[in-house]
Nanobody, 125 residues
Framework: EVQLQASGGGLVQAGGSLRLSCAVF????????ISWFRQAPGKEREGISC????????YYADSVKGRFTISSDNAKNTVYLQMNSLKPEDTAVYYC??????????????????WGKGTQVTVSS
């Protein structure tokens, strides 16, 4: 069974940075593409970024484009989300999730197979 462990959340001032990590256990890293989601209080969960495990294609939601960067370290079986220029509206619980990789289909924000526990990000104004 695949297990995901998200970490790196915390409290930061607006304009600051955080780097989230998603460690993947129990699978060959190429088998699953990783997506990052967030959910703020009273709001729906939002897919914000994903990385295709075979071709490395990256996707970003408009809300984070230009500020967040997703990357992977295959040797460490870990996907990172570097978050810069943080805003109070980025405050949310952040989750990583895995979807079985299909070579001809981009990474996605639906039909995820495994989820990690969330990590809280709080941005103060």
């Amino acid at each position: 069974e695949v297990q995901l462990q998200a970490s790196g959340g915390g409290l930061v001032q607006a304009g600051g940075s955080l780097r989230l990590s998603c460690a993947v256990f129990g699978s060959t890293f190429d088998d699953y593409s990783i997506s990052w989601f967030r959910q703020a209080p009273g709001k729906e969960r939002e897919g914000i970024s994903c990385i295709h495990s075979l071709d490395g294609t990256l996707y970003y939601a408009d809300s984070v484009k230009g500020r967040f960067t997703i990357s992977s370290d295959n040797a460490k079986n870990t996907v990172y989300l570097q978050m810069n220029s943080l805003k109070p509206e980025d405050t949310a619980v952040y989750y990583c999730a895995a979807a079985l990789t299909i070579a001809t289909i981009p990474c996605r924000y639906y039909g995820m197979d495994y989820w990690g526990k969330g990590t809280q990000v709080t941005v103060s104004s």
